[in-house]
């Protein structure tokens, strides 16, 4: 079954980044280069159409998914140091399906002088060579002629194919147009599923809404150790910190009953005297994780996490990410090596591997080490420099 992909994205005048051709993206992707190099602001990029997409609590006090995501982005300091407001941001995002043409969506944000908050200036989703035109096909364009306008494309009679612009207006500018379309159209006579974009926009947010993010820094390994979450919850994914993480291996295992004999076996690779890693109750309605080994000379078989190095926790987090068989539609994950021996780079570069086989991945490192076992694979690793380039 096809799945949308996000194949390329383009940008100007955010932070750092400066790129004549933007990023073109395979399943796998490695990003590197020195501190300062723009690797953390090129995912901020994914990062923020992403927030700019999940409903949060503060909707209902007014605070929009898209305020969130532009303060995560840094505000107006999200703008070229070099530029000068008022000024745009510009980022596009091309989604691939199958065969299909890209879906493309252009977004731009204008930074006003003394405003801490850009808006959205322009915001349009289009198709490009749409049924072998050479001109794109637009689902909908606003702000482009007016700010708060726009218009988006509806099957003048359904099933039939012809399409016609309809106006909108009150059109966010503090919101997505991807999301707030559907609302506005209930007050017209045409149903958002007489739309062309009816069916692209549930399947991009579907995508970008299983995009998951990972920092190494961000994993607190006191707060994983100590960690004994309840039973119940049927979390199939590791939180950012970790710490739900004897939850997400007994859900995975009970999903699957090849899963924990799987991280068994990984983690031989690293720890070659394990004999089994497993999530365990820990009193009635709690998790912990029991790792059992074979040690020479040590009178002990059972231990738990925290009488595990930090580099054996780090392992068995990236392992239960990466190994999954409930794989995100994009897996982003900044310095996994933080904390690992050098001898254990090759497997975990081959755990990324394994997860591009299935899913998108992008890696973002400074070890020249982990870097090395990517070597037969070059066109996938996007080397970021400090002159403001990215080849």
């Excluded at 000024?87 to 801490?116: C, M, N, W």
């Amino acid at each position: 079954m096809e799945q949308l992909t996000l194949g390329k994205i383009d940008f100007k005048n955010f932070k750092n980044l400066s790129s004549d051709c933007g990023v073109v993206l395979k399943n796998l992707n490695i990003l590197i280069g020195p501190n300062g190099s723009g690797k953390s602001n090129f995912i901020q990029l994914l990062k923020f159409l992403s927030d700019s997409t999940t409903i949060t609590q503060d909707e209902t006090r007014g605070r929009t998914s898209f305020d969130n995501a532009v303060l995560k982005m840094g505000g107006e300091r999200a703008l070229d140091a070099f530029q000068k407001a008022p000024a745009s941001i510009e980022i596009s995002y091309s989604f691939v399906y199958g065969t299909l043409s890209p879906y493309k969506l252009d977004i731009e944000l204008r930074v006003q002088d003394g405003h801490r908050k850009p808006i959205i200036n322009l915001e349009t989703l289009a198709q490009d060579k749409f049924n072998n035109l050479n001109q794109p096909f637009y689902f909908y364009q606003c702000h482009n002629k007016q700010s708060g306008a726009g218009v988006v494309s509806y099957y003048v009679s359904p099933p039939s194919k012809e399409t016609r612009f309809l106006k909108i207006e009150d059109v966010p500018v503090d919101e997505l147009a991807l999301i707030s379309i559907p609302r506005l159209l209930e007050s017209s006579n045409i149903p958002p599923e007489n739309t062309p974009f009816y069916l692209v926009r549930r399947q991009i947010i579907d995508n970008v809404s299983n995009w998951r993010f990972y920092n190494a820094n961000d994993m607190n390994l006191s707060t994983i150790r100590a960690a004994e979450p309840n039973l119940g919850p049927s979390d199939l994914v590791l939180s950012a910190s970790g710490e739900n993480l004897p939850l997400v291996i007994e859900n995975l295992s009970q999903q699957s009953v090849d899963f924990e004999e799987m991280l068994t076996e990984e983690a031989r690779k690293f720890l070659p005297w394990t004999r089994k890693v497993r999530a365990a109750r820990s009193g009635r309605l709690k998790l912990t994780i029991e790792w059992h080994m074979d040690v020479p000379e040590v009178n002990k078989e059972q231990f738990y996490l925290s009488e595990m190095s930090d580099g054996s926790v780090r392992m068995l987090c990236w392992a239960t990410i990466l190994l999954s068989p409930e794989l995100p539609s994009l897996l982003v994950i900044e310095e996994p090596e933080i904390g690992i021996h050098v001898s254990w780079l090759p497997t975990l570069a081959a755990w990324i591997q394994k997860a591009s086989e299935k899913t998108q991945v992008i890696v973002s490192t400074h070890s020249p080490d982990l870097l090395d076992y990517f070597t037969d694979n070059l066109s996938s690793v996007l080397v970021m420099k400090q002159s403001e380039s990215l080849s």
